[in-house]
């Protein structure tokens, strides 16, 4: 099951039909409207984690003790309209919020794609909680999450602790629709933007909470300085994470990022020695933000990366583009723009290779190619490519590209093409 969120006359956006797979590309021309929808979308997904989910809808039955809440094609029907009347009444406040000013929007909606096929079971159990001495009645939450009848996920049993029967099943529902927003029910889990210039941004966070710094900033920046701000190493971070970090230590940074107090490090490996991030080079800057989300206390499980590859030279692009792949692959959701050829060319070619590999593993030549099966996309995971272009009246139409498998070229990025194109046409004729 995937959520879209759709758009219509939006800035300069005429619409926008975005699925928020597993990982999102968004690519095209300067000001055409990537960083603007980026954005929206971060704030809607914001609003929606606390939207109160419809109790109606859902079918009960009881089985030994248990009572089963099952939530199908009916319940995800009026869920999706209440959602979407409570965006038509409050999208101007839901835009101010995000954003600071009024910007106009003809429509702002959500569509869920898979609920013919999709459904969720929810067993709830009476048990106790607490120390002995101080017993209190509480609910035990299971879910299971169905495809085509057979089981696809389960997720990690938790507690609700009340005496209501009604507020249990409306927890469950809250976690089911947890689920379908974020692919998980955890409660810690978060989101962050990192902003085409998270550079500066780094350099100047603390002025701006002291008042020294003044202006307008949108709600999602405003959230990446704070992240800033409230920055904690985590002592104790899971394997995945850690394997995370040690490859943009070992292929990126060649060298690692230290906190001490309030102060951030980086420590060059090849030079031998740690040097402040104030004069550390524009590449450290823009990969920081990456390892600090990795590495912090505060869960992040959706990151959005405005200009992916700013100040990373082509080669590091191409690692750059190994890195968000196996981020994916470790259970986070990756949203990112590019205006880079090479950037989208690497992602490209590790799709391409991804679906190779779903037909016929070849590892040795994956080795070839200096990969391992990690810089491929795991079978569950869906990736979704947008192209922004230049519309009617200096509007701009987003169109999500199609693979092409037959014959195998994966994403045909127009845009890129057509300036490789002048290029050598330009070179051309200056050699002829």
């Not at 550390?280 to 989300?293: G, Y």
């Not at 999500?400 to 490789?420: A, C, T």
Request: hydrophobic letters at 40%; charged letters at 25%.
């Amino acid at each position: 099951m995937v959520l879209h969120i759709i758009v219509k006359n939006f800035g300069r956006v005429e619409t926008a039909d975005i699925a928020l797979d597993n990982l999102v590309v968004f690519v095209g021309n300067n000001n055409s409207g990537k960083t603007l929808i980026m954005q929206l979308i971060y704030g809607i997904r914001e609003e929606l984690g606390k939207f109160s989910v419809p109790v109606s809808g859902v079918k009960k039955s009881d089985m030994n003790g248990q009572c089963l809440i099952r939530c199908d094609q009916e319940w995800f029907r009026k869920l999706e309209l209440q959602i979407n009347s409570f965006l038509e009444e409050n999208k101007e406040r839901i835009i101010e919020r995000i954003f600071g000013v009024p910007i106009s929007a003809g429509e702002i909606r959500v569509a869920l794609e898979g609920v013919e096929s999709s459904y969720f079971v929810s067993s709830l159990s009476e048990c106790q909680i607490g120390e002995e001495g101080s017993q209190k009645l509480g609910v035990s939450i299971d879910i299971l999450q169905y495809e085509n009848g057979e089981t696809i996920r389960s997720f990690e049993n938790q507690l609700f602790e009340g005496n209501c029967a009604d507020d249990a099943v409306k927890e469950a529902l809250r976690m089911v629709w947890k689920v379908i927003l974020s692919g998980k029910t955890v409660t810690d889990s978060g989101q962050i933007f990192l902003p085409a210039s998270r550079s500066g941004l780094q350099l100047l966070y603390k002025h701006y909470f002291i008042g020294e710094v003044e202006g307008n900033l949108v709600r999602p920046v405003k959230d990446f300085l704070r992240f800033l701000q409230l920055y904690a190493e985590d002592k104790q971070l899971p394997d995945s994470r850690r394997a995370l970090l040690e490859f943009g230590e070992e292929h990126l940074l060649q060298g690692r990022v230290i906190q001490k107090g309030e102060e951030t490090f980086y420590e060059d490996w090849q030079a031998g020695r740690i040097v402040s991030l104030h004069i550390a080079s524009s590449m450290i800057h823009e990969l920081t933000p990456f390892m600090k989300v990795l590495g912090a206390t505060q869960k992040v499980d959706w990151l959005y990366c405005d200009e992916v590859e700013n100040s990373l030279h082509p080669f590091m692009q191409r690692e750059m583009a190994r890195w968000l792949i196996r981020m994916v692959n470790a259970g986070m959701r990756v949203m990112i723009s590019s205006h880079s050829d090479t950037m989208a060319s690497r992602l490209n070619n590790l799709l391409m290779l991804t679906h190779l590999n779903r037909r016929k593993a070849d590892y040795g030549f994956l080795s070839e190619l200096e990969l391992v099966e990690a810089d491929l996309l795991c079978s569950d995971v869906k990736a979704g490519i947008y192209e922004f272009r230049n519309g009617k009246e200096g509007g701009t139409e987003v169109e999500k590209l199609e693979f092409i498998s037959h014959p195998l070229m994966g994403y045909d990025f127009q845009l890129f093409g057509k300036n490789l194109d002048k290029l050598y046409d330009e070179a051309e004729k200056i050699t002829r």
